[in-house]
Nanobody, 121 residues
Framework: QVQLVESGGGLVQPGGSLRLSCVAS?????????MGWYRQAPGKQRELVAR???????NYADSVKGRFTISRDNAKNTMYLQMNSLQPEDTAVYYC??????????????WGKGTPVTVSS
């Protein structure tokens, strides 16, 4: 069994900041696998916006590069996403998961409930 619990979302004005957290538990091998933050905006497919390897190497989607920072604490099985200079187009439900997502290879990817982020004035 795997649990991924995202938190930290909310309503923020354009230009504002939020810090998302993700706590992983269960059978997920957090300290070994690459992890990522994904988001799904209304009417759009879920996309990977930030990725971090087990040793801390990071990659970002062009749309968030320079504004978002992903980090992880393997001792706490926790991952973070610092989001600065938020824009309305960042509005989405944000999810954390392995990269590729847990269960993807078996055809049954697991997703947590996510945390909604709304950027609006």
């Amino acid at each position: 069994q795997v649990q991924l619990v995202e938190s930290g979302g909310g309503l923020v004005q354009p230009g504002g900041s939020l810090r998302l957290s993700c706590v992983a538990s269960g059978r997920i091998m957090f300290s070994i696998n690459a992890m990522g933050w994904y988001r799904q905006a209304p009417g759009k497919q879920r996309e990977l916006v930030a990725r971090i390897t087990n040793i801390g190497s990071t990659n970002y989607a062009d749309s968030v590069k320079g504004r978002f920072t992903i980090s992880r604490d393997n001792a706490k099985n926790t991952m973070y996403l610092q989001m600065n200079s938020l824009q309305p187009e960042d509005t989405a439900v944000y999810y954390c998961n392995e990269d590729p997502p847990y269960g993807f290879a078996a055809g049954t990817p697991y997703w947590g409930k996510g945390t909604p982020v709304t950027v609006s004035s």
